[in-house]
């Protein structure tokens, strides 16, 4: 798919700051190894680069 982005959880925020948590809870991620697709966007990639150690961009 052009334009979008697929963001995996590979780790779980549990023992991470409130920020971290809200972060993952608004790419709509809920469980470890979940997959979601978004639209390839400044906004998304920004969220993604706040918790580089909890998430993977899926090519």
């Known amino acids: 798919m052009e334009g979008t982005i697929r963001i995996k959880l ?3 925020p549990i023992c991470t700051p409130q920020k971290h948590k809200k972060v993952v809870k ?3 991620l809920r469980k470890v190894n979940q997959i979601v ?3 390839d ?3 998304f990639r920004g969220m993604v680069k ?3 150690h ?3 961009v899926v090519e």
């Open 41 to 43: 966007r400044p906004e």
């Open 26 to 28: 608004g790419l709509g």
């Open 10 to 12: 590979v780790r779980s």
């Open 50 to 52: 706040k918790v580089p």
């Open 37 to 39: 697709v978004r639209p």
């Open 54 to 56: 909890l998430l993977e």
